[in-house]
C-alpha cells in the first residue's frame, strides 16, 4: 500500500476502521477531536455504529454494552475524559470483556491545558479505574505506530478479553506524517459465545462485575491477576533498542520524548559519547528484563519524560540499582528539546564522575 | 357461579399480608407455623367455598407465590351436592 | 400439582420469572414489577431475544430472578448501557430495570440523552421515593416533608429542593414515544400497570422510540411501614404528586392503549 500524509488523530480512526471496529462511542476533547470526527464520517459511510455521547460517562458505558453486546468496540479521549470513564474502564476490566481505548494525553492535572504531556502514565498503567487491575499499554511515538498500536490494540483485546489502551501525548494526535494504513478487514460474522445476544436455545447469559463475599471476590481477582500474568509470559512485551550494542550511557523515554531523545542520542554520538535508548512500546507489560540488562551494562541511565517522573519509578524499580537513574522532565506540554536532552545527559556525565555541576532549568531528579 | 381454590408455595411466602388484604372473600389467613425462611406464611383456608378464583391474591403477591384455578359452574355444583 | 376434573388454570408464576426466592424484603413491590415485565415477557414470547440491563439499588440482582440475558450496569448508566448494546444488537430487545436513585439522582443525564436520541429502548423505573438498598436515605424522588435517613427532619424544600417528576419531564422530548406512570399498590392498579409494561415493550419491537414506565412502589422497610401501610401511603401521599396517568402517547400506539385486554396475570 501506498503512504499517505496523515494527522495521528484521523490515522488512528482509519486503522481501527480497517482493524474491524464495529462501534464507537465517543465526545468531543482536545487534543483528539478530530478522531471522533473522522469516526463520524467513516463509520456511518460503512453503515457500523457510532454515536457521539453526551459525555465521557456515557460514552465509556456505552462502549461497556456494546462490548457485552460481543461487539469490537473503541472509544478515545484525553485526560480529563479518561478520568470521567476510569469508572467504566474498572468495571469492564471486572466483566472480562474486549475493548480499546486511545488515550491523547494533554496538560493537567484539572482542566490544564491543550498542550501534549505525558502525566497520564501512571493513570494508564497502574490501573483501570479503581481495583486491581490495568490494561495492557501500547505506546506509539510516529503516526506509524499510532496504525500500527490500533491494528494489535483490536488483536490483543479479542485475544486476551481484556482492556488495551493505545497511549499517545497531544503532539502524536495532532501531527501530519507519512505512513501506510493496512487494508481493510473483514468484520466477524458471529458474536463470541459468551456474548448477550438473546438467550436463544441456551441459559442465559449474566455479565455483571458484582461478586458478593470476601472468597468469591478474592477468587475473581485471582483469575484477573493469571490473565495479566499470562499477557506476561506470552512475550506480549514490546520496545525499540537505538544505539545500545555499545553504550555506556542510556536514555529511556517513550512517545514524543523519545524522539526529541534520538536526536539528542545522535547528537552525542557525534560528540563521542556512546549513548543509546530504550524505548518502551509496550508501557504495560514494561520490559523489565531489557531494563536490567541494560542496568547492568551502562554507568547512569536518563529517564526523560514529559512529565513529573512517573515511567521513572518503573525503569528505577526494574533497574534495581544496577545502575543509576537520573530524570529529566517538563510539564504543561512543553516538549524537550534535543539540545536540552543533551544537556541533561553531559550533566548527568558529570554528576556521576564527581564533578558539580550548577542546578538547571526545569532539572528534576 | 363460579367457584376457584389456590395453591399457595409457603416456601416462596415472605408473610407480606398483600393477600390477605386483597382477597375479597378472606379466605387467606396467616398460618400457624413458620416456614424454611422464618416467616409466617399466608395459607387458604375456604371451609364454605368462598373463592370465586379472581386471583386478586396472585397479582398483588410479590413473590408469585400463588396459583389459581377457577371450577367451570356445573362442575362446583356438582361437588355442592355431593358433599351435601 | 393435582388438578381437578372441569377446572381450569387461572393464573400461575410465569416462565420467565426464575423459580427461586428473592432477596426482596416482604411486600417489596419489585416482587410484583419482576413478576409483570415476566409475564409480558412470557406474552410476547420475547425470552430468547430479550436483554435485561440491570441497575445499582435493590435490584441489582434482576438478573438472578428474569430468565433473559443481562447485564449490570454502573450506578446510573443503564441508559448508556442499553444505548451500546441496542445499538449493536438491534434485533434484540433490551430493556432497562431502575430504581430512583439510579435513573433519577446519578443517571438522569443518560436518562434524558437516551430519550433525547429515541433510543429504541424500554425503561421500567420503580418509583418508591426512597433509596432502599443504602438504607432509605432521601431520593430525587422524595416528598416534601418526608423524613429519610438523610433528611432526618423531613425533606425541606429549602435545602434540598424538589422532587423529580421524571415521566413529564421526559415526556416533553421528542425522542420519548411512551410515558406513563403507574402504581402497584392495589390489584386493579398492577392490572394496569402490566398493560402498560407490554405496550412499552410492544413500542420498542415495533421501532418507535424511547418508553418508560413509571411505577409508584413501595418500601415497607425504608419507610418504616407494613407493606399494607406502605401500599395505602403510595395511594393517599405519592399518587397527588406523581399523578397516576399518560403523559406521551405516540399515535402508533393509540390504537393499543384503548385495546381491553382479557387476561388475568398468567400466560393463560
Known amino acids: ?365 | 357461579m363460579a367457584s376457584g381454590r389456590i395453591i399457595i408455595n409457603e416456601e416462596r411466602c415472605k408473610g407480606c399480608g398483600l393477600c390477605l388484604e386483597a382477597c375479597p372473600p378472606g379466605v387467606i389467613k396467616v398460618a400457624d407455623h413458620i416456614n424454611s425462611m422464618g416467616y409466617r406464611p399466608a395459607t387458604f383456608y375456604d371451609p364454605e367455598f368462598l373463592c370465586t378464583g379472581c386471583a386478586l391474591c396472585a397479582i398483588v403477591c410479590p413473590d408469585a407465590g400463588i396459583t389459581v384455578f377457577r371450577n367451570k359452574p356445573m362442575a362446583r355444583q356438582k361437588v355442592i351436592m355431593e358433599v351435601a | 400439582m393435582v388438578t381437578f376434573p372441569d377446572e381450569k388454570l387461572v393464573y400461575e408464576r410465569p416462565e420467565a420469572l426464575a423459580d427461586v426466592s428473592t432477596h426482596y424484603c416482604p411486600g417489596c413491590t419489585h416482587g410484583v414489577a419482576h413478576r409483570l415485565v415476566a409475564e409480558v415477557i412470557d406474552e410476547l414470547a420475547i425470552r430468547e431475544k430479550t436483554i435485561l440491563v440491570a441497575s445499582v439499588g435493590c435490584s441489582v440482582f434482576s438478573y438472578n430472578y428474569l430468565d433473559v440475558d443481562a447485564c449490570e450496569a454502573a450506578h446510573g448508566r443503564a441508559a448508556a448501557m442499553a444505548t451500546g448494546i441496542k445499538r449493536v444488537n438491534p434485533d434484540n430487545v433490551v430493556f432497562t430495570y431502575q430504581g430512583d436513585g439510579d435513573l433519577a439522582s446519578i443517571g438522569i443525564a443518560e436518562t434524558i440523552h437516551a430519550a433525547a436520541r429515541g433510543e429504541n429502548l424500554t425503561i421500567i423505573f420503580l418509583n418508591n421515593a426512597i433509596y432502599g438498598m443504602t438504607g432509605g436515605q432521601m431520593a430525587p424522588t422524595s416528598l416534601i416533608g418526608q423524613k429519610t435517613s438523610s433528611s432526618p427532619f423531613g425533606r425541606d424544600e429549602h435545602l434540598a429542593g424538589y422532587p423529580l417528576r421524571i415521566v413529564e419531564l421526559l415526556a416533553e422530548l421528542d425522542g420519548t414515544v411512551y410515558s406513563v406512570r403507574r402504581s402497584l399498590h392495589d390489584a386493579r392498579h398492577i392490572i394496569q400497570a402490566k398493560k402498560a409494561i407490554k405496550i412499552a415493550f410492544e413500542a420498542q419491537l415495533m421501532g418507535l422510540g424511547l418508553s418508560i414506565v413509571e411505577l409508584l412502589s413501595t418500601c415497607p422497610t425504608n419507610w418504616h411501614m407494613t407493606p399494607t401501610e406502605a401500599c395505602d401511603w403510595v395511594r393517599d401521599a405519592m399518587i397527588p404528586y406523581y399523578p397516576l396517568g399518560d403523559y406521551k402517547v405516540a399515535p402508533e400506539l393509540m390504537t393499543k392503549t384503548n385495546r381491553k385486554h382479557s387476561a388475568i396475570g398468567g400466560a393463560r
Open chain 1, 1 to 365: 500500500m501506498v503512504k499517505q500524509l496523515l494527522k495521528g488523530n484521523v490515522a488512528f480512526a482509519e486503522a481501527a476502521v480497517r482493524a474491524g471496529c464495529e462501534a464507537y462511542f465517543g465526545y468531543p476533547i482536545t487534543p483528539q477531536t478530530e478522531l471522533l470526527e473522522h469516526m463520524s464520517r467513516r463509520m456511518v459511510e460503512l453503515d457500523r455504529v457510532f454515536l457521539q455521547a453526551e459525555s465521557e460517562v456515557a460514552a465509556v458505558n456505552m462502549v461497556y454494552g456494546a462490548a457485552v453486546a460481543g461487539s469490537r468496540v473503541m472509544t478515545s479521549s484525553s485526560s480529563p475524559g479518561i478520568s470521567l470513564m476510569q469508572e467504566g474502564f474498572s468495571y469492564m476490566a471486572a466483566s472480562d470483556i474486549p475493548a480499546v481505548v486511545i488515550d491523547i494525553m494533554r496538560g493537567g492535572p484539572g482542566l490544564g491545558n491543550i498542550q501534549p504531556t505525558q502525566g497520564d502514565y501512571n493513570q494508564v498503567t497502574k490501573s483501570a479505574g479503581h481495583g486491581d487491575f490495568h490494561p495492557i499499554v501500547l505506546a506509539p511515538a510516529t503516526v506509524q505506530e499510532a496504525i500500527d498500536h490500533t491494528v494489535l490494540a483490536f488483536e490483543l483485546a479479542q485475544k486476551y478479553r481484556t482492556l488495551v489502551f493505545v497511549l499517545a501525548d497531544g503532539a502524536i494526535g495532532q501531527m501530519m506524517e507519512p505512513a501506510e494504513l493496512p487494508p481493510m478487514r473483514d468484520l466477524p460474522t458471529e458474536r463470541p459465545d459468551w456474548s448477550l445476544t438473546g438467550a436463544d436455545g441456551r441459559d442465559h447469559n449474566v455479565i455483571t462485575s458484582i461478586n458478593l463475599g470476601a472468597l468469591n471476590l478474592e477468587n475473581y481477582n485471582l483469575h484477573l491477576q493469571r490473565k495479566l500474568r499470562e499477557i506476561k509470559l506470552a512475550g506480549e512485551t514490546r520496545f525499540e533498542a537505538v544505539h545500545l550494542e555499545d553504550a555506556d550511557y542510556a536514555i529511556v523515554a517513550f512517545g514524543t520524548a523519545a524522539r526529541a531523545s534520538v536526536t539528542a542520542v545522535k547528537m552525542l554520538r557525534e560528540a563521542g559519547i556512546k549513548i543509546g535508548l530504550l524505548r518502551p512500546i509496550t508501557l504495560w507489560p514494561f520490559p523489565e528484563k531489557e531494563l536490567l540488562e541494560l542496568a547492568e551494562q551502562v554507568k547512569g541511565i536518563l529517564v526523560v519524560e514529559m512529565n513529573a517522573g512517573q515511567m521513572l519509578h518503573d525503569v528505577r524499580e526494574a533497574a534495581a540499582a544496577k545502575a543509576p537513574v537520573k530524570f529529566y522532565g517538563r510539564m504543561g506540554g512543553y516538549i524537550p528539546l534535543p539540545a536540552d536532552i543533551a544537556d541533561e545527559v553531559n550533566k548527568m556525565i558529570a554528576d556521576l564522575a564527581g564533578i558539580n555541576v550548577e542546578g538547571s532549568n526545569g532539572h528534576l531528579s
